[in-house]
């Protein structure tokens, strides 16, 4: 079982694991996202944004834990954590004096490659290596350099962490980051996917309903979104949100045999998206479709510009478009004002533009379902 230790909180369109907030995510969703995040950032500014994400993350882990446990007992228990989230399994290989060395699977490069058929301009595992990074300069209070090594494993990379003589000085932010899992009332409904083992983790793989998933850090996704160009990446985010939701609708109807009226389809698609743990959907009315988003990650709105928020609210008001024109075969506009979002038809057949219909095509049924 994935949460053998009772750890996971469901609770109103949020999902908490060990303290921190996270989402889940299809694991071909993300693969997607990151690609465009790649291929539209310059290479080094991007290795550094996703090393950078992760701080946030790794302050609040590490500060749960106590001083009187032993430093591999410390590693151990980070390890734990970031072998959950479905993006490998890692393992601690040898502690030397000023060096640390950890193997990791390769799952998200491999995934980029079974998509794509060439390899990421940066090794996808950099997103694993900043929370490493991190989470050892907390732990040592030194700098840490790190980095893949060259030496070739099938499946899996070896991760070199050299321990520098520079002092890491912590500066917590982590104490403005409420524990809001201590106040929050958990939601049976969405428990009982854990309990019936429908969330899985084998091999480093995470899956839900045998369809592999990624357990990604909230603050991670708001960190990487808030250092990307907004105009730039509006319509990606628009797009892969739009695509995701014909993609759930798909996945709804030809994996588990729904045939139903489109407002009955809608709903339980909607219902569902509350497992994503980006917040939760209120319809104020179907005609015409009328809805406020209630963001998951609003609870912590004061530490962040609006414009931080835009790109992940535009994916998911898009994705709620998205699932609504797949469910009535419509096609619409969005108006958004003041969180409400309102929808008019214009069209009585719903379809994909281009770049939609290339994001679709890797987030079908088929490629949803797990292929290792």
């Not at 701080?55 to 007992?73: P, V």
């Not at 798909?250 to 045939?259: A, I, P, S, W, Y």
């Not at 004002?337 to 719903?350: A, G, P, V």
Request: proline letters at 1%; aromatic letters at 14%.
């Amino acid at each position: 079982m994935w949460d053998k230790n009772n750890k996971i909180i469901f609770t109103e369109g949020k999902i908490f694991y060990n303290k921190l907030q996270f989402y889940f995510i299809p694991l071909n969703s993300f693969i997607i996202l990151i690609k465009e995040i790649i291929e539209n950032s310059e290479k080094d500014k991007i290795k550094n944004i996703f090393h950078n994400a992760a701080k946030i993350d790794t302050e609040i882990l590490y500060s749960q834990l106590s001083n009187k446990i032993s430093i591999k007992d410390k590693i151990n228990f980070f390890l734990e954590v970031i072998s959950k989230i479905g993006m490998g399994d890692v393992k601690l290989k040898c502690i030397e004096k000023n060096k640390i060395i950890f193997i990791s699977d390769n799952i998200l490069s491999r995934t980029y490659y079974n998509f794509y058929q060439s390899k990421p301009s940066i090794p996808l595992e950099e997103i694993i290596l900043g929370y490493i990074k991190y989470f050892l300069q907390n732990l040592l209070k030194k700098e840490i350099k790190i980095k893949i090594s060259d030496k070739i494993l099938k499946n899996k990379i070896i991760i070199e962490c050299n321990i520098l003589d520079n002092c890491y000085e912590i500066i917590s932010q982590n104490n403005n980051y409420l524990d809001f899992s201590k106040n929050i009332i958990q939601n049976n409904v969405i428990k009982k996917i854990t309990l019936n083992q429908h969330i899985m983790m084998k091999n480093g793989f995470l899956t839900i309903w045998n369809v592999g998933a990624i357990m990604i850090p909230c603050f991670f996704f708001i960190e990487v979104c808030s250092k990307l160009e907004k105009n730039k990446f509006e319509k990606i985010f628009e797009d892969l949100g739009i695509a995701q939701g014909y993609s759930a609708v798909d996945l709804q109807t030809k994996m588990f045999g729904v045939d139903q009226e489109p407002q009955t389809l809608f709903n339980q698609v909607i219902q569902q998206s509350e497992l994503i743990g980006m917040g939760n959907t209120k319809i104020l009315s179907y005609k015409n479709l009328e809805f406020n988003f209630i963001n998951g990650i609003y609870t912590y709105r004061k530490f962040y510009e609006n414009e931080e928020y835009f790109l992940l609210d535009i994916y998911f008001r898009n994705l709620i478009k998205g699932v609504y024109e797949k469910s009535y075969g419509e096609k619409t506009t969005m108006e958004t004002i003041n969180d409400i979002s309102k929808l008019e038809k214009i069209s009585n057949k719903s379809n994909l533009n281009k770049n939609q219909k290339e994001m679709f095509k890797y987030l079908t049924t088929k490629s949803l379902v797990k292929f290792y």
